[in-house]
Structure formats: C-alpha cells, structure tokens
Nanobody
Framework: QEELVESGGGLVQVGGSLRLSCAASERTLRGYTIGWFRQAPGKEREGVSCASYSGGITKYVDSVVGRFTISRDNGKSTVYLQMNSLQPDDTGVYYC??????????????????WGQGTQVTVSS
C-alpha cells in the first residue's frame, strides 16, 4: 500500500481545535478501513479512531470519545480527524494507515500498510 500523507497539525491552546487530513490515491483507499494513530513523546503509538470505507462505521478510543470525529470523503480520497476540546495529553505525532482491524479496543494496522511522515499536534496549557 502506498504511503498516506497526513497534514493539518499545529500548535493550539487547551480547548482548541484542529482538523487533520489523510490523503492518498483513490486506488489506495478503495475498500480500506482507515485509522488514525498517535505517538506521544516517550510512549508507544496508539490507535485513536477508525472508519470503514463507507464511513458508516466509526470507532474511537475512550479518551477521545465526544471530542474527536473521524470522517472520510472518498471522492477526494481523504480521511479527516476533527479534534475539538484538545488537551495536553493529545500532544503527539498523528499518523493514518490502512487497517486490518478496527474496534474501540483494538485498532490494528494492515500488514502491507506503511507509516507516513505524520503530522505534529502540540497542545499547550
């Protein structure tokens, strides 16, 4: 699978919002469930949210429920992560990738999915 390209990160204050974008070719995203992951300094990468190809099924880890919204526009070959009420614990590098498993408890990258460069999100208090 080709590398997906993340963008939209930045520096925001507590309570602020950002919208991340994950772009790839239509061929790459076709049929794939896509997930967002993040890696905070000194911590392992964790799954945050995922969406089925149609966008009709979405999952979130407990820490972001009610604050983050994943969506996708397959016509634009882009998956979004709207992040509201940001907290310092949301700081990290955010990545997207194709998945082989998507649930609120387990978001698992597909074996043939590559990590992109990620986009940095920094929430200042």
């Amino acid at each position: 699978q080709e590398e997906l390209v993340e963008s939209g990160g930045g520096l925001v204050q507590v309570g602020g919002s950002l919208r991340l974008s994950c772009a790839a070719s239509e061929r790459t995203l076709r049929g794939y469930t896509i997930g967002w992951f993040r890696q905070a300094p000194g911590k392992e990468r964790e799954g945050v949210s995922c969406a089925s190809y149609s966008g009709g099924i979405t999952k979130y880890v407990d820490s972001v429920v009610g604050r983050f919204t994943i969506s996708r526009d397959n016509g634009k070959s882009t998956v979004y992560l709207q992040m509201n009420s940001l907290q310092p614990d949301d700081t990290g590098v955010y990545y997207c990738a194709g998945l082989k498993y998507c649930s609120a408890d387990y978001i698992v990258r597909a074996d043939n999915a590559n990590w992109g460069q990620g986009t940095q999100v920094t929430v200042s208090s």
